[in-house]
């Protein structure tokens, strides 16, 4: 199969503090400034989105997509505790009002990642407070934009949040506890419930899901009982509990690489096989687990969109080809019964890749950093944008 069912939504993604620039108030800024950050450098003024947003929706909407998934900053819209910020409401109000004008259906999340400050220093997500803060959050945001929120994405890759940030302790807060881990996993499975019931309570009527990362997880030796036990007790914590009758209308699905568990490492993951084709993050390119986290995530019993796929290369016709591979996959996936409505593309520009910096390369759209952060369209864009247009992969090689 190469045509992609009628109403299919094609997009691509980005994350406010990935591309806005000057998020000075939240965790991850805060990360990156301190001598112990795992941060290869600060994401300063980011690609300058905050400002450039409908310039930027304008050169989406050129290239063929019709969908655009795009985050808020919690810690502009609420600084302090209780604190809102009508300016940054008002702000993202124009967002969503140049997102829709542009034709382009709004996947919009309401935590990427990054907490306020204040947030952090009362525990983040190990706080025994923490869903009720979220909560109070996503009321706020309901009630002043859920009428242009189409699709409202509760929080991103929980999974990772709470492997990086409280097992592994690559991300902010920095924790390497296992017992947090699993108290912030459920935590974040009751804020995504929450945040639910605060949209289907505002303005509009958004439909909610929460977007998982599903890689392919593997244990990297199959007749090792440890590395099976650690395998099954991730595979349990990262995948299973988030899909046993999630609240919401949807699943957003993320999919970049296979996971070799071993527990014999520190970050409990072992490297790609020598000699595998590896991205710039040191990923796996395996097309084939993006078809099997579709059918992973179809158990619950909800549609899917793919809100997140895609590689970090220098080689451009690298990235035609991963998009050949992995949209080949959803095809499949499709043709085998399984309900997606949709695929956005990470990332819609090269941005600030969080502890990797500028480094990796991941849009369709390069950043042109000593030129005031020109954009460049590159060749990806255009062969996707023919993809789009057509619904019909086999447009994405055709040439004008």
Sequence with gaps: MTRFPDGFLWGSSTAAHQVEGGNVNNDWWAWEHTPQTTGAEPSGDAIDHYHRYAEDFELLASLGQNAHRLSLEWSRIEPE?????????????????????????AFVTLHHFTIPRWFDERGGWSAADAVERFERYCERVAAALGDLIPFACTINEPQIVSLLGYLQGYHPPGLANAVVWRRVTRTLIEA?????????????????????????????????????????????????????????????????????????????????????????????????????ALHTAARAGLPLYVTENGIATAEDEQRVDYLESHLGAVAAAIAEGVDVRGYLYWSSFDNFEWAEGYRPQFGIVAIDRGDGLRRVVRPSAEAFGRVARSGDLSELRARG
Aim: hydrophobic share 40%; with cysteine; glycine share 8%.
């Design 81 to 105: 505790p209780g604190e809102w910020s009508q300016a940054a409401l008002d702000h993202y109000r124009r967002v969503l009002e140049s997102l829709a004008e542009h034709g382009l259906t």
């Design 192 to 292: 995504h419930a929450a945040a639910v019931r605060a949209l289907a309570a505002g303005a509009g009527s958004p439909r909610a899901g929460i977007c998982l990362q599903l890689p392919a997880l593997e244990p990297a030796r199959a007749d090792d009982e440890a590395c099976v036990a650690l395998y099954e007790e991730l595979r349990e914590e990262m995948v299973e509990v988030y899909l046993d009758g999630p609240p919401g209308d949807f699943v957003g699905v993320q999919y970049y690489t296979r996971m070799r568990v071993d527990p014999a490492l520190p970050n409990r993951f072992a490297r790609a096989p020598e000699g595998s084709p590896l991205t710039q993050m040191g990923w796996e390119l395996h097309p084939e687990g993006l078809r099997q």
